[in-house]
């Protein structure tokens, strides 16, 4: 199709190379648009793309005892082609359970784990930040377009949360950037886009 578009465009340069301005406006503004969204190389891709990924989030179950664990499911669509970085906030009163983490591609089963555990005791909140990589979620060699899997962790209850929210913001992977120095606690940049909700009761 993206093919298709750019022969196209070559096409119609050859057809109406100058039949007065207003064709030519015309054409002129078509092309733009076909260059962006198909021949532009390396950007988001197509019309329903939506920034780094879309994401649902869930917790099971969502009403726990302190040191019982609740499993955070997390459904990524759309994942951009830069890779992401899936980031995860949630009250200080749970905990990670470490290697608890995978990616679920189809039926396979990826061990994935946090680049960033960090707690901010201020705002009575910790995060987790993952990164996961375009080739995690590549089912073959097609080309790439929005893919999706599933991310799951563990969360365990160690202090009361009431009406506490589990919320996922996935950003897209800076390249240009270290993942071990991309995310800083002091500006998460943070913005919430998914979120499901959880209760520790302590005693
Ligand atoms: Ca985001
Ligand atoms: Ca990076």
Not at 184 to 193: G, S, T
């Amino acid at each position: 199709m993206k093919r298709l578009l750019c022969i196209m465009r070559v096409f119609m340069k050859k057809l109406f190379p100058a039949r007065g301005q207003v064709w030519f406006a015309a054409t002129a503004s078509l092309l733009s648009i076909a260059t962006f969204s198909a021949c532009g190389g390396g950007g988001g891709g197509g019309d329903s793309f939506s920034g780094a990924a879309n994401v649902s989030v869930r917790t099971a179950p969502s009403r726990i005892d302190s040191g019982d664990r609740t499993q955070v499911t997390i459904e990524l669509s759309d994942v951009h082609e830069n890779g992401i970085a899936v980031k995860i906030r949630y009250p200080v009163g749970l905990r990670y359970v470490p290697s608890s983490s995978f990616l679920l591609i189809d039926e396979k089963e990826i061990d994935v784990s946090p680049t960033v555990e960090q707690k901010v005791t201020s705002e009575d909140v910790s995060y987790l930040v993952f990164y996961l990589r375009q080739a995690q979620f590549r089912r073959s060699s097609q080309e790439y377009n929005g893919e999706s899997g599933i991310l799951t962790i563990q969360l365990e209850g160690r202090d009361t949360v009431i009406d506490g929210e589990i919320e996922v913001d996935p950003d897209v992977d800076d390249p240009s950037e270290d993942n071990q120095s991309e995310f800083d606690i002091e500006n998460p940049e943070f913005v919430a886009e998914g979120s499901a909700s959880i209760e520790v009761i302590a005693e």
